[in-house]
Structure formats: structure tokens, C-alpha cells
């Protein structure tokens, strides 16, 4: 089924949610309908933001990631109800950076443990996830954008969804998509204008 319909069906699932049913087969139902989207912005977070969890010792798949992203999403949605499908998608989006961001911290913490028994035994090196300070400021800055242009900067530029799917996430036009990035962009050109080269 094509991404407007997958839309569609989410919004239908949270609609249910606000009923008298037991909640947790309808999460799972909506889950299980969403999956293939959900592992689509899996993979792109994974390869464009976290590469070296793909490679030993990690080797992290997008199917291991959206299991554990999906028990994370189960738990979470027995308090916290999206009512729209933006509302899920972001809730979503939020968990796998946590997911991943955990599993970077536990992969930097085994590859910074002293040598026990095997002082000849070369460090292993370090998952890539340890930033400098100019990393953490634009992460802080695009954290600080406001919620709507935030948003839509993660999709667009972080998860590379396009403008058109992001449009249909967030039940918005493709135009509203454009001026909220640009917005971003701008936000974040003034705020980080000492990190540019000389030469831009």
C-alpha cells in the first residue's frame, strides 16, 4: 500500500485509541499496519546518522532496530495516545533516536574499558558517536528550532524523507513542508553563522 494510505490507516487506528476498546490490540494492529514505514525511517536514521552501528561488533540491522523500536513504542503508548498520524510519527522518531543513541553510548563504553587481561591487545576503536563541541552546538540548535520547523527538519534533512512524504506525515501541503524547512534553515544559518567557511 502506497504512503497515503498508510496515513489513512493510522489515523483510523488512533482514532480508535480515543474509544472504550482495550488499547493495547489496537497499538499493536496500528504497529503492525505502520511497520514497513516505521523501518523505512529505521534504515534512514541508522545509515545517515549512526554508520558505524552497522559494522562489527554491533552490526545492527534495521529489523533488530524496529524490533526493539516497537516494544519501546508499545510501552510508551499505554500512557501517551497520538491522536494524529504526525503526532505517532514524531513520537516514533523520537524513540529510535533514543534507541540509538543508547546503543552508541554502550558500544563507546565497552571500547573505552581499560585492558584486563590483554595489555598487548590493540583499543578498539570508538563507535563515532563521541562529538565534538561544534557537533553537540548544532544538535542543541536544531533541538532548540521550533517544534514545527524542528519537525520537519528531521524528516527532510535528517531522515531524508522527501517533501512530498513529509507533507502526507504531517497531513500538511508540500508548500507548508518547504516554508517550515526554510524557516529552519534560516534559524539555524543565523545561530551557527561562526561555523561556516570563509569561503561560503
Not at 70 to 75: I, Q, Y
Not at 91 to 105: K, P
Request: net charge negative.
Amino acid at each position: 500500500m502506497d504512503q497515503g494510505n498508510t496515513t489513512i490507516e493510522v489515523q483510523k487506528y488512533l482514532r480508535e485509541l480515543g474509544g472504550d476498546a482495550p488499547s493495547e490490540p489496537i497499538v499493536r494492529a496500528l504497529l503492525e499496519r505502520s511497520a514497513a514505514r516505521l523501518q523505512t525511517l529505521c534504515t534512514t536514521m541508522l545509515v545517515r546518522r549512526y554508520p558505524r552501528l552497522l559494522r562489527p561488533p554491533m552490526s545492527l540491522q534495521s529489523e533488530e532496530m524496529l524490533s526493539a523500536i516497537v516494544e519501546r513504542l508499545l510501552k510508551a503508548m499505554r500512557s501517551v495516545h497520538p491522536e494524529t498520524p504526525r503526532q505517532f510519527f514524531a513520537l516514533a522518531n523520537r524513540h529510535m533516536r533514543w534507541e540509538l543513541n543508547d546503543l552508541a553510548r554502550r558500544l563507546d563504553q565497552q571500547a573505552q574499558m581499560p585492558e584486563l587481561y590483554e595489555d598487548a591487545i590493540p583499543s578498539p576503536e570508538t563507535s563515532g558517536s563521541i562529538l565534538g563541541a561544534d557537533a553537540i552546538r548544532m544538535l542543541e540548535a536544531i533541538e532548540n528550532l521550533p517544534a514545527e520547523e524542528r519537525e520537519v527538519f528531521e524528516l527532510v534533512r535528517i531522515q531524508g524523507i522527501t517533501q512530498s512524504e513529509t507533507a502526507e506525515i504531517l497531513q500538511v501541503s508540500s508548500k507548508t513542508v518547504q516554508r517550515r524547512l526554510n524557516r529552519g534553515l534560516v534559524i539555524l544559518s543565523e545561530q551557527l553563522s561562526d561555523l561556516r567557511p570563509p569561503d561560503a
